[in-house]
């Protein structure tokens, strides 16, 4: 099990907006940041969010990230055929004195 | 370019040991904490152990800790993992990470190791 909470899959069709959601406790989405990381199949994980809500260089504004409470989302408009990938979230988890993930969101471009 | 290249995966016995190195370039090593993270293939990313940059702070899930030590090299741009009594759920994609959770974030292509008699 993880600690973080994402759902196992997600879908949309090209050009929508899906929303992939990241859920936690007060040790760890409560209380620090959270990034995002997308791995294409095959591929290492590539950051594509952190603080929350930032975006490294050259990942494109398509791509968005919010926090609210214990909880985090990331947000993907105008839906790619390139985007299928899965997407993990990850947040400092206090009991574990380390980095947590979620279980990772399997996207589908239909 | 930044570059993180993992090397020394391989077959392993259970109750065996293995190192695993991950050599870095393209970027001032010695200023980055750094990580191994383990990948289960068709699974999730688990976090296995953090060192800072001079290797004074270092860190490890309860799942690990006792049996693996990760160490680094600064004036060789390496960073090690050295594992001891390996277990057949021990079996996954290693992965060298730099600041998972900052800009900084920076994954290698990671090696494969496999405990299985």
């Known amino acids: 099990q993880s600690v973080l909470t994402q759902s196992p899959s997600a879908s949309g069709t090209p050009g929508q907006s899906v929303t992939i959601s990241c859920s936690g406790r007060?040790?760890?989405?409560?209380?620090?940041?959270v990034s995002w990381y997308q791995q294409l199949p095959g591929t290492a994980p590539k950051l594509l969010i952190y603080?929350?809500?930032q975006r490294p260089s050259g990942v494109p504004d398509r791509f968005s990230g919010s926090k609210s409470g214990t909880s985090a989302s990331l947000a993907i408009s105008g839906l790619q055929s390139e985007d299928e990938a899965d997407y993990y979230c990850?947040?400092?988890?206090?009991?574990?004195?380390?980095?947590?993930f979620g279980g990772g969101t399997k996207l589908t471009v239909l | 370019e930044e570059q993180l290249v993992e090397s020394g995966g391989g077959l392993v016995q259970p109750g065996g040991s293995l190192k695993l190195s991950c050599a870095a370039s393209?970027?001032?090593?010695?200023?980055?904490?750094m990580h191994w993270v383990r990948q289960i293939p068709g699974k999730g990313l688990v976090w296995v152990a953090r060192?800072?940059?001079?290797?004074?702070?270092?860190s490890y899930p309860d799942s690990v800790k006792g049996r693996f030590t990760i160490s680094r090299d600064n004036a060789k741009n390496t960073l090690f993992l050295q594992m001891n009594s390996l277990r057949a759920e021990d079996t996954a994609v290693y992965y060298c990470?730099?600041?998972?959770?900052?800009?900084?974030?920076?994954w290698g292509q990671g090696t494969l190791v496999t405990v299985s008699s």
């Open positions: 603080s929350d809500n």
């Open positions: 990470v730099r600041e998972i959770l900052t800009s900084q974030g920076f």
């Open positions: 007060s040790s760890n989405i409560g209380s620090h940041t």
């Open positions: 060192i800072n940059t001079d290797g004074s702070i270092i």
């Open positions: 393209g970027f001032t090593f010695s200023a980055y904490w």
């Open positions: 990850a947040a400092w988890e206090d009991s574990l004195i380390g980095p947590a």
